[in-house]
């Protein structure tokens, strides 16, 4: 359900400009979604997770990690996320012999994000999806429409040929 309504918000990007894909599959896992644009290359892992009755709830980023309503903080997401990214990037330079950078977000519908520290660099995004689709489309261009287009292609045969295995 979580994938669906975070589908849902991306879809506003591809006006834009932005190529949206879903599911893609890799060797044991896959990758939630995925968007191409001017803006760059981005994987998007979802978290649904369900709101306990305390008010003010929220997921809080810090040096530790992700935390959720209250609990330990943890560096999965994080790893995860990160681990798809890698995985792309790599991909897409085996497919094009041209090197992507590919930037990893992890999304969490329905729930407030606060960051207690400022991220590094390549640090995941951690936002809810509103949050993320406003991000992208403000997001400074960094791939021209030919290079777009051919990232774009490329994850498209990737996507098409995981279908035929």
């Keep these: ?6 589908a849902d918000h991306l879809q506003d990007l591809a006006a834009s400009g932005w190529h949206i894909f879903h599911d893609i599959q890799g ?3 896959n990758i939630d979604h995925v968007v191409i ?7 998007v892992e979802t978290k649904t997770r369900s709101k306990p009755p305390i008010k003010r709830a929220r997921i809080i980023v810090d040096q530790n990690g992700i935390s959720v309503a209250g609990g330990a903080a ?11 990214s890698s995985w792309l990037a790599k991909q897409l330079r085996s497919s094009t012999g041209q090197a992507f950078p590919v930037r990893a977000a992890i999304v969490f519908p329905n729930w407030f994000v606060t960051r207690k520290t400022r991220p590094k660099s390549g640090d995941p995004w ?12 403000k997001e400074r261009a960094s791939l021209n429409d030919e290079q ?12 098409k040929a995981g279908e035929r295995n």
């Design 1 to 6: 359900m979580g994938e669906r309504v975070v």
């Design 27 to 29: 060797d044991g896992f």
């Design 37 to 43: 644009g001017r803006g760059g290359i981005f994987t």
């Design 74 to 84: 943890s560096r999965d997401a994080i790893e995860q996320a990160l681990a798809q």
């Design 126 to 137: 951690v936002l809810e999806p509103k949050g993320l689709v406003k991000w992208l489309k």
């Design 148 to 159: 777009v287009a051919m990232a774009a292609h490329h994850l498209t045969r990737l996507i």
